[in-house]
């Protein structure tokens, strides 16, 4: 039996130098010499983004009581007949008109929401329907500077619309 434990032992000897399958091979172990270094981290900081509040604030122009008297005004106007920009501000700083200043009249007539073009085209219609006009005598009524004082473009969209 001696013998059987020695040969026990020098087999577990021998098979610590012979090739044994003893599963998968583990990851070769770090030392500080061979640890790769990981890349530089630069830590940047992201400005945090406005609040529903904050960004209202931001894009809402503060208005004074006149800008803000000039928009209602506008507003009166445009609701029953129709005005090409330079009309509006015409018609509210006029001392015969509103007499808003004329900064006050401007910033009504850039902030109330209107689609010129279509201002164009109502005032093209109500032109034909007090007196006839030939598709040029309208358009350069609609664009005049005595006249109504739409832009070109305005004024052949607005004729256009109306039929002519």
Request: hydrophobic share 35%; aromatic share 6%.
């Amino acid at each position: 039996m001696g013998g059987d434990n020695a040969t026990k032992l020098s087999a577990g000897a021998n098979s610590s130098t012979s090739p044994v399958d003893n599963g998968p091979t583990p990851d070769p172990v770090v030392t500080p010499k061979n640890k790769p270094t990981p890349p530089a981290v630069t830590k940047t900081t992201v400005p945090p983004k406005p609040t529903v509040a904050e960004s209202n604030e931001v894009t809402k122009p503060a208005m004074t009581a006149g800008q803000e008297q000039a928009i209602g005004k506008a507003e009166d106007y445009l609701s029953f007949t129709a005005f090409s920009r330079k009309g509006l501000i015409r018609q509210l700083s006029s001392e015969a008109g509103e007499g808003f200043s004329v900064a006050d009249a401007t910033f009504a007539a850039d902030h109330v929401k209107v689609d010129w073009n279509e201002q164009a085209a109502k005032k093209a219609k109500e032109y034909l329907q007090m007196t006839h006009f030939s598709r040029k005598g309208l358009i350069n009524q609609l664009e005049s500077s005595a006249g109504e004082g739409f832009t070109h473009a305005q004024a052949v969209y607005g004729v256009t619309k109306a039929g002519l």
